[in-house]
């Protein structure tokens, strides 16, 4: 059974920073992709960044680009966003899902196999 849990979300200040962090179990990073989503009320859901474990190549939206880092933790099956400078406007529920290598750098949502649940983040003006 495939499994990705997000955790570290929270309320934050803006300028302020947040690590989240997706765990997943059932899929390897030789076969899969995890890309971070979010989506903030009323709005669609948006690919932010995603990273291709096998050659650790990573990709970042326009609107994170500079302030956010992911990353990956082979040995532990564990992906990372570090958020940094966070902004209002970064306010939404936080996704990690999982998406054939092929398909890495991918941000349309129908090209994933796998999501986790979410978490929530809140900056505060």
């Known amino acids: 059974e495939v499994q990705l849990v997000e955790s570290g979300g929270g309320l934050v200040q803006a300028g302020g920073s947040l690590r989240l962090s997706c765990a997943a179990s059932g899929v390897t990073f030789a076969d899969y992709a995890i890309g971070w989503f979010r989506q903030a009320p009323g709005k669609e859901r948006e690919g932010i960044s995603c990273?291709?474990?096998?050659?650790?190549?990573?990709y970042y939206a326009d609107s994170v680009k500079g302030r956010f880092t992911i990353s990956s933790d082979n040995a532990k099956n564990t992906v990372y966003l570090q958020m940094n400078s966070l902004k209002p406007e970064d306010t939404g529920l936080y996704y990690c899902?999982?998406?054939?290598?092929?398909?890495?750098?991918?941000?349309?949502?129908?090209?994933?196999?796998?999501w986790g649940r979410g978490t929530r983040v809140a900056v505060s003006s």
């Open positions: 990273i291709n474990s096998l050659d650790g190549t990573t």
């Open positions: 899902a999982a998406v054939m290598v092929a398909y890495s750098g991918s941000y349309d949502p129908d090209d994933y196999d796998f």
